[in-house]
């Protein structure tokens, strides 16, 4: 059976088990890394329901007018958002999230991309991924969860904070900005580190793999209904199908990696 058709099973079943389950403009804040699983899900569940996703794309957290949470601080709707847990969690502790709604949905790791052709350096090992910091010319991160953490912890773990950061570039998201991997890409950056769904999928580069677990934060993807919500059942058929075995496949298919069913 097609997937797209197991998917719209699940769909319709999900559906009928909401009570009052009723058609409506569903408000989505998404971040990048989980964009393309829902981007390939997404019309199945408007054909299978009837409700139309009304879609915002912006980081999980960071200093971008353009970050979730800075978003919904100024006042933004949204029925739903999809993001980093940590942004999630900035969001539970400003009482923007609605209590008892979050559904994680994938988990996700740090990788590193070189531009196409160029010879890929070791980053296997703590001392290897040290090295390669230190020789590299130019070094990229986003400007959300997985940049945040490596040019605040990940890269003072590894000792050389202070001298990298003269040559590396903290790269804005969309929907403005771009993945680390086009700057690369473009050779703007000889080296970029972001959450391997948010490079694997950008031409122009190689993918050399993830940082070692030392400095692997554990990063997962969660959906959750904000404090506002006004269509919460759509909402919460969306998070239960994106979260269900039928989704597995094209949650993989992205680079990331299936949770246990919800």
Do not use: W
């Not at 990048?32 to 981007?39: E, I, Q, W």
């Not at 990298?164 to 969309?174: D, E, H």
Request: a neutral charge; charged letters at 20%.
């Amino acid at each position: 059976m097609p997937r797209l058709v197991v998917c719209l099973i699940a769909l319709l079943t999900a559906v009928a088990l909401t009570p009052g389950a009723t058609a409506a403009d569903v408000k989505v804040m998404i971040s990048a890394g989980f964009f393309n699983v829902y981007k390939e899900l997404g019309p199945a569940f408007e054909a299978s329901t009837g409700n139309r996703l009304v879609t915002t794309r912006g980081p999980s957290i960071g200093d971008s007018p353009e970050a979730i949470p800075t978003r919904l601080a100024r006042g933004e709707e949204t029925d739903v958002v999809i993001m980093d847990g940590a942004g999630v969690d900035l969001l539970d502790k400003r009482e923007l999230t609605r209590p008892g709604s979050r559904v994680p949905l994938a988990e996700s790791f740090i990788g590193m991309v070189v531009r196409a052709g160029q010879p890929k350096p070791d980053i296997s090992t703590m001392d290897a991924l040290r090295k390669t910091l230190l020789a590299a010319k130019s070094i990229a991160y986003s400007d959300s969860s997985s940049g945040t953490y490596l040019s605040t912890i990940g890269f003072k773990k590894l000792g050389v904070a202070d001298e990298i950061s003269g040559k590396s570039r903290k790269v804005p998201g969309p929907p403005s900005g771009e993945p680390v991997a086009a700057v690369v890409a473009r050779g703007e950056a000889e080296i970029g580190f972001q959450q391997v769904a948010e490079l694997m999928h950008v031409s122009g580069v190689d993918f050399v793999g993830t940082v070692p677990s030392d400095i692997q934060p554990p990063t997962l993807y969660v959906g959750a209904l904000s404090r506002n919500s006004q269509h919460p059942e759509a909402a919460t058929t969306l998070l239960h199908f994106l979260s269900s075995a039928e989704a597995a496949a094209a949650i993989t298919k992205a680079g990331l990696k299936p949770l246990p069913a919800h």
